[in-house]
């Protein structure tokens, strides 16, 4: 399957501030998804990375708080933004479309704490 | 609501066999799948099951039955590297994967 990478891998912000998370994908995919997984619990759906349209959303999430770009097949940024202590997590990039079963494969994650 | 069930934690003995149940209810069924996640690492993909019966790939093996909206892990000659957390995740009619809270697995000597 493909490799992802994501940029950084951790990051302490002050409150009131907004990053960009970049995943960056070795070969095309279909599927391109944003994730957030708090210490010792389970995968959260943010959003849907669409190529050349807007994000398709989880309930909870929203374009402001959370904008999604995808220009091409291999490339996505996600930013959280007017970012607050509730924001620390871990956010995790994946991508499907090059394994055998459809699997989603997944970025090492980017850990961001909000101070 | 959609809807998966597996223990929190779990602790078995190095050189065992332990199985990792995990239950579900979702709108409609387009597979299952097992991941593992190393504590501070992203999860991994572990196998699939979208027919009932048991899939065996090395040391592990994973058990479907539709029917039971069941499925289990079954890992066994246990090592001190398979501690970790094994998620649990379904894909439902829309194709979107819907996942399990994970169950932490500890390995004692």
């Known amino acids: 399957s493909a490799v992802i990478s994501q940029k950084p891998s951790r990051d302490i912000c002050q409150r009131g501030t907004s990053l960009t998370i970049q995943c960056q994908v070795d070969s095309q995919v279909t599927m391109m998804f944003w994730y957030r997984q708090q210490p010792g619990q389970s995968l959260t759906l943010i959003a849907t990375?669409?190529?050349?349209?807007?994000?398709?959303?989880e309930s909870g999430f929203v374009i402001d708080k959370f904008p999604i770009s995808r220009p091409n097949l291999t490339f996505s940024t996600l930013t959280v933004s007017n970012m607050s202590p509730e924001d620390s997590s871990i956010y995790l990039c994946?991508?499907?479309?090059?394994?055998?079963?459809?699997?989603?494969?997944f970025g090492p994650g980017t850990r961001l704490t909000v101070l | 609501g959609q809807n998966i069930d597996q223990p929190t934690e779990m602790t078995a003995t190095e050189g065992a066999i332990v199985q990792i149940n995990c239950t579900y209810q979702?709108?409609?069924?387009?597979?299952l799948f097992w991941y593992q996640q190393h504590a501070g690492e992203a999860p991994t993909f572990l196998s699939y099951n979208v027919l009932d019966g048991l899939e065996e790939k090395g040391r592990f093996s994973s058990f479907l039955s539709r029917s039971k909206g069941y499925s289990y892990l079954l890992l066994k000659e246990l090592q001190m590297k398979d501690s970790a957390s094994y998620l649990c995740?379904?894909?439902?009619?829309?194709?979107?994967?819907?996942w399990g809270a994970g169950t932490k697995l500890i390995i004692k000597p």
């Open positions: 990375a669409n190529q050349g349209s807007e994000a398709t959303y």
């Open positions: 994946s991508g499907t479309g090059t394994g055998d079963y459809n699997e989603q494969f």
């Open positions: 995740a379904v894909m439902d009619s829309n194709y979107q994967l819907i």
């Open positions: 979702t709108s409609g069924f387009n597979g």
